[in-house]
C-alpha cells in the first residue's frame, strides 16, 4: 500500500520567521521594513516552530513527507539557506528524512499529492488539489492539532 503524500511548508510553519527577524539589528529592520524576507542570510537565523521536528518525525512512519516551500524571488541567498536549514534540523546524508524531498516553487497547485500543510493560501496553496491543512488557523492552531488530525485520518 502505497503512502500518502503530504507536502509541508517552510515559513511559519516548519520553521518560526519571527525567530530570525529577532536577531536583526534596528538597522536592518528599518532598511528591509516591509519586505524582511529579502534581507540577505534571513533564513539561515530561523529556529523550528515549536513541536514541528518532532510533529514530522511522528507523521513520517505513515505518510510520505516533501517539503514544498517558495523562496524570495528578490533574494537567492533564500534558496542556498532554506536547504541549509533542512540539513541542519534532519540531515543531509542519503537516507535522512528530507533527503531530495525539498521543491522550492511559486505554483504549489502543480504537485500533485493528499495534503499541503501550509500558513497562507498563496503561491497556489488554496488552489492545492489535495486538502489544504491551514496552519496556524483555528482547526489547525499549532502542531499538535495537525499532528493529532492527521495520525487519527
Same mark, same amino acid.
Do not use: C, Q
Given at each position: 500500500m502505497?503512502k500518502?503524500?503530504?507536502y509541508?511548508?517552510?515559513?511559519?510553519?516548519?520553521?518560526d520567521?519571527?525567530?530570525?527577524i529577532?536577531?536583526?539589528e534596528?538597522?536592518?529592520?528599518?532598511?528591509?521594513?516591509?519586505?524582511?524576507?529579502?534581507?540577505?542570510?534571513?533564513?539561515?537565523?530561523?529556529?523550528?516552530?515549536?513541536?514541528?521536528?518532532?510533529?514530522?518525525? =511522528?507523521? /513520517?512512519?505513515? %505518510?510520505?513527507?516533501? +517539503?514544498? *516551500?517558495?523562496?524570495?524571488?528578490l @533574494?537567492?541567498?533564500?534558496w542556498?539557506?532554506?536547504?541549509?536549514?533542512?540539513?541542519?534540523?534532519?540531515?543531509?546524508? =542519503?537516507? /535522512?528524512?528530507? %533527503?531530495?524531498?525539498? +521543491?522550492? *516553487?511559486?505554483?504549489?497547485?502543480? @504537485?500533485s499529492?493528499?495534503?499541503?500543510?501550509?500558513d497562507?493560501?498563496?503561491?497556489?496553496?488554496?488552489?492545492?488539489?489535495?486538502?489544504?491543512?491551514?496552519?496556524?488557523?483555528?482547526?489547525?492552531?499549532?502542531?499538535?492539532m495537525?499532528?493529532?488530525?492527521?495520525?487519527?485520518?
Amino acid at each position: 500500500m502505497n503512502k500518502k503524500i503530504i507536502y509541508i511548508d517552510m515559513d511559519n510553519v516548519l520553521v518560526d520567521f519571527k525567530t530570525g527577524i529577532d536577531k536583526l539589528e534596528e538597522a536592518t529592520l528599518n532598511e528591509y521594513e516591509g519586505r524582511l524576507d529579502e534581507v540577505p542570510n534571513i533564513f539561515s537565523l530561523m529556529e523550528p516552530m515549536p513541536y514541528a521536528i518532532e510533529s514530522v518525525k =511522528k507523521l /513520517s512512519s505513515k %505518510y510520505d513527507l516533501y +517539503i514544498l *516551500s517558495t523562496a524570495p524571488w528578490l @533574494n537567492p541567498s533564500a534558496w542556498i539557506h532554506k536547504i541549509e536549514w533542512v540539513h541542519k534540523y534532519f540531515g543531509k546524508e =542519503k537516507g /535522512s528524512l528530507f %533527503y531530495k524531498r525539498l +521543491i522550492i *516553487s511559486h505554483h504549489k497547485n502543480l @504537485n500533485s499529492g493528499d495534503y499541503l500543510i501550509d500558513d497562507r493560501p498563496n503561491n497556489g496553496a488554496k488552489d492545492f488539489s489535495g486538502k489544504w491543512i491551514h496552519f496556524g488557523s483555528k482547526e489547525f492552531p499549532d502542531w499538535t492539532m495537525v499532528t493529532k488530525y492527521l495520525l487519527d485520518e
